[in-house]
């Protein structure tokens, strides 16, 4: 079939093309919706170990050295990983043990709780009037419906962890991909973009900056927190410290409350038990310098890329919490300072034209 070659028929084949391309954009987005939060970490990690690829490129093809940046990648996330939940695992077989042979001294883990609920309750009794509580029927009861639901979540649990090792084991796939052909895909997506070669880098760059700073500021902050929370444990001899040190870390991801969801009860605890001195010097350690550590510590990554004050920085991330989750700890600061870039960019595109029309005024006309 042919067509003649007038403006006419090449705009009917260009709408036809652009209207095709779009249904089959929306239906490869349908198609990848259940893998994109999967893709959205592969695409930040390749991001991240970009520049060791580029580096083993020099001497190496570009698939030998996307192979070693992926199970270089490999190394440093899992080997730490194992490290910090055997230390947790030991610690944690420690407290149970040491809970089975109270709870046996008592009669049975039901009385064993009893017992330290008594202890508690004789203690808040002092200041709060609980007569009206049933204590040990509530915790019987509760006792009985923690029963009943373990076996469900137990196989709801072996359930996740297969689909946790199908998506690890398709997102290491996605980072060898993306590491390989991810600067010609970067290129190509430049070419179709209505900018200058170096408007596009410009962007590209302002994306790379932030990915990058603020992976080193969740595991700069998560680093500090549960340093500083195992540390102040240690100091009011809390055990096991270490144990609440890497659950710090790992709940430093969490918005607004961080790491608080382990120090705050183990203050809790310190104070409910009569160590009311040791409970309030850990409130004080907790919201004065532990909590702290991230007002001081992600700016110096996070605010130097995206020029930015603090101010902004937390509601970009708090926002992008709350509308995509945890990805919205990137998402959020990676939209702000898009913003910040794009506005520059079009002030500056709109200072040119200005300049151009001055410079050639019959033009307009």
Known sequence: MTHENTPQNHRKATLFLAVLLTCTLGVACIICLPFISMLTYSAILATVFYPVQRRLMRRHSRGLSALISTVILCVLIIVPSMIAFNLAAGQASDIAKKIEEKSASEGGIIPFLTHCVDRTTVYVGKYVDVSRFDIHAQLESKAKVLAEQIL????KA????????????????????????????????????????????????????????????????????????????AILGVSPATLFGIAAAFCSLVPIF???LVWGPVAIYLLATGHVVKGLVLVGI?????????????????????????LVIMISMLGGVMAFGFLGLFIGPVVVSLI??????????????????????????
Not at 152 to 155: E, R
Not at 346 to 362: D, G, N
């Open 258 to 260: 961080g790491s608080g």
């Open 286 to 310: 907790g919201f004065g310098v532990i909590s702290q550590l991230d007002n001081v510590v992600r700016p110096l990554f996070v605010g130097r890329k995206m020029h930015a004050n603090a």
């Open 158 to 233: 072996a359930g996740n962890m297969i689909s946790v090792v199908l998506n690890l084991f398709l997102g290491l796939i996605s980072v060898y991909v993306l590491l390989r052909e991810g600067d010609r895909i970067v290129d190509y997506v430049l070419r179709l973009l209505p900018l200058s070669e170096q408007q596009g880098k410009r962007l590209l760059q302002t994306l790379r900056d932030n990915i990058v700073a603020n992976v080193e500021g969740v595991f700069a902050v998560g680093s500090a927190q549960g340093l500083g929370t195992g540390l102040a444990i």
């Open 152 to 155: 469900p979540t137990v196989g």
């Open 340 to 365: 910040i870039s794009l506005s520059d960019m079009l002030h500056e595109e709109i200072a040119a034209e200005a300049a151009v029309r001055t410079m050639h005024p019959k033009a307009e006309s």
